[in-house]
């Protein structure tokens, strides 16, 4: 008898979990709007534009996108059908941005931590050089200095 | 002495060149004064020709002008909205009012874009005024909020 009613309860608990599941899905299909692609793109472009990356030409392709959304917005009242091809036009280019500065992030060493990198080293190499300036080189400059000067005469008056 | 002097001006010409290398790496990062701007042209593109009078129902042909100097590249949305003398819009405040038409852009920083717009007016008035607001979109908040941008037009509006 527990066992029915343990049974009972698993099943309705997995019914819940199943719909609830199935709802979310279904919430996440309704709210992916072309603009929201294309919004998702931007967020992708802009991590590989802060991870120092030239993104100059994923702008214009998300222009490109945007611009079909605008187009597609106009006409949508008039001719669905033509916006809806528009829109389907506008987040094919949107995936293909998102991917492509997705790629840029992920492969190796970002510009942004090179130079980084590089500030830091050529400090390092600043910091190296004034503390040997500061022990070795007036050593060093005499050295120099009395080798040039190993022909002169110094005549007293 | 001499020592010291030689020890000095050595040390001055590294100082200098650390500074010029964070100056460097400062400066290549960001930008002074970010702003962002939206403006309208006239049917050439050009800062003239506007118009002044509008018939109900015909299309106008304008031109809108964006440019993006944030430091970053940035996705904008222009709203265009109708209001009147008495409607309120400054640089914080946007205009309460519906958008009549929308138009969106992405844009390098640095980069600017003119696109061609037809303007058609639905009802008659004297002193119809017609905004364009610049909005962008924050990615930190996924949102679009408003840049303080805007550009507008004053036009006499009648039935043919």
Do not use: C, H
Not at chain 1, 4 to 13: E, G, I, T
Request: hydrophobic share 45%; net charge neutral; no cysteine.
């Amino acid at each position: 008898m527990n066992n029915q009613r343990s049974l009972q309860l698993l099943a309705f608990v997995s019914l819940f979990l199943v719909v609830t599941l199935l709802a979310s899905s279904s919430f996440a299909q309704q709210s992916s709007t072309p603009l929201s692609k294309v919004e998702n793109a931007y967020v992708s472009v802009r991590a590989a534009e802060r991870a120092g990356y030239n993104v100059t030409s994923l702008d214009a392709s998300l222009n490109n996108a945007l611009g079909l959304i605008t187009q597609g917005t106009a006409i949508q009242a008039s001719d669905p059908a033509g916006a809806q091809l528009l829109f389907n036009q506008s987040e094919a280019i949107a995936s293909q941005v998102a991917t492509s500065a997705q790629g840029l992030t992920r492969s190796g060493v970002s510009p942004a931590s090179l130079r980084e990198a590089y500030l830091v080293g050529g400090l390092v190499a600043i910091g190296v050089a004034m503390v040997l300036v500061f022990f070795f080189l007036p050593t060093l400059f005499w050295r120099v200095w009395t080798r040039t000067r190993a022909d002169s005469v110094v005549f007293r008056k | 002495m001499i020592d010291g002097t030689i020890r000095a001006a050595a040390l001055g010409i590294l100082v200098i060149i650390a500074v010029g290398l964070v100056g460097q790496y400062y400066f290549v990062s960001n930008t002074s004064q970010p702003f962002s701007e939206v403006g309208i042209l006239g049917p050439k593109g050009e800062f003239n020709d506007y118009p002044t009078q509008m018939t109900v129902g015909v299309n106008y042909s304008l031109n809108l002008y964006v440019v993006n100097n944030q430091g970053q590249s940035m996705m904008y949305a222009v709203y265009e909205e109708l209001g009147n003398l008495s409607s309120i819009i400054n640089q914080s405040t946007p205009l309460a009012a519906s958008p009549v038409a929308t138009y969106w852009f992405a844009l390098p920083n640095g980069g600017n874009y003119t696109l061609p717009i037809i303007v058609k007016l639905s009802s008659a008035g004297q002193n119809v005024r017609l905004v364009w607001e610049l909005w962008g979109y924050s990615e930190s908040t996924a949102t679009w909020t408003y840049t303080g941008a805007w550009a507008q037009l004053f036009v006499n509006a009648t039935v043919l």
